[in-house]
C-alpha cells in the first residue's frame, strides 16, 4: 500500500505571494492532518480534515488555509507569505478521526520563503 | 493548553537500553498518547502508542503512570540506526471544544559504537 505522498516536495517563494501545497493520503484513510515544523518551533499542528470537513485546528492565522476533497486528498493554502513561514509542512493521514487512530507521516514540502 | 516536554538531547551506546520521558501536565481524559521517530529530511515514523500502563510493540515499550501526566519510551538494546529525534505526541482539549494535537519538543539520541 503506497504511503502518504505529498507535492511538491520543495518550493520557493517570495513574501506576498501565496502557495498551495498538496498532500495524497494512505488509501482508504479519511483523516488528514497538517503540521508546521521550523528549527525554533518545533511540531506545530495546523488542522485536520475528516470527510471534507475540518475537525480540529491549532493556532495558526487566518493566512493558513486548507480543504479536503471526496477523494480525501487535501490541499493547505497559505496566503499572503511572510518570511516566518519558511518550514517543513508535514501532512499525515489516518484511518478515522479518532485519538486512538494513528497518524502516517509524508516526506513534507520544504517551503522557502525569500 | 497542554505543554509537553522532553529533554532535548541524550547519548547512549549500541545494546543499551534508553528511556525517553516527556512530560504532558494537561492531557484530556480520552487522549492516547503517541510516540514518533524522524530522521533528517524525513517525515515521522509512528513507533508506538497508548492510553495507561504499560504497552509494548516489537520495537519499543511505552510505559504511562496512573495520573498520565507524563510517558516514558523504552528503546531496548539500541543500534546505531537509532539516532534519530523522537517525539511525543498527546491531545488538548481547547475550550473551543476543538482538540489540539501537540508534539513534544523533541529528543535528539545520539547512539554511539
Known amino acids: 500500500k503506497a504511503g502518504v505522498t505529498q507535492t511538491p516536495r520543495y518550493l520557493i517563494k517570495t513574501r506576498g505571494q501565496q502557495v498551495t501545497l498538496s498532500c495524497s493520503p494512505i488509501?482508504?484513510?479519511?483523516?488528514v492532518s497538517w503540521y508546521q515544523q521550523t528549527p525554533g518551533q518545533g511540531l506545530q499542528f495546523l488542522f485536520e480534515y475528516f470527510s471534507e470537513t475540518q475537525r480540529n485546528k491549532g493556532n495558526f492565522p487566518g493566512r493558513f488555509s486548507g480543504r479536503q476533497f471526496s477523494n480525501s486528498r487535501s490541499e493547505m493554502n497559505v496566503s499572503t507569505l511572510e518570511l516566518g513561514d519558511s518550514a517543513l509542512y508535514l501532512c499525515?493521514?489516518?484511518f478515522g478521526s479518532g485519538r486512538a487512530d494513528t497518524q502516517y507521516f509524508g516526506p513534507g514540502t520544504r517551503l522557502t520563503v525569500l | 493548553l497542554a505543554k509537553t516536554t522532553q529533554p532535548i538531547s541524550m547519548d547512549s551506546y549500541e545494546g543499551q537500553e534508553v528511556n525517553i520521558t516527556c512530560s504532558h501536565n494537561n492531557i484530556a481524559t480520552n487522549d492516547y498518547i503517541t510516540w514518533y521517530q524522524q530522521f533528517p529530511s524525513q517525515g515521522p515514523r509512528f513507533i508506538i502508542q497508548?492510553?495507561?500502563t504499560k504497552v509494548t510493540n516489537e520495537v519499543a515499550s511505552l510505559f504511562i503512570p496512573a495520573d498520565r501526566k507524563s510517558s516514558t519510551l523504552s528503546l531496548p538494546r539500541v543500534s546505531l540506526s537509532d539516532t534519530a529525534v523522537y517525539y511525543c505526541?498527546?491531545?488538548?482539549?481547547?475550550?473551543?471544544?476543538?482538540?489540539?494535537?501537540?508534539f513534544g519538543t523533541g529528543t535528539r539520541l545520539l547512539v554511539s559504537p
Open positions: 497508548g492510553y495507561k
Open positions: 488509501s482508504g484513510h479519511r483523516s
Open positions: 505526541l498527546v491531545g488538548a482539549l481547547m475550550n473551543t471544544g476543538f482538540q489540539k494535537l501537540v
Open positions: 499525515a493521514s489516518s
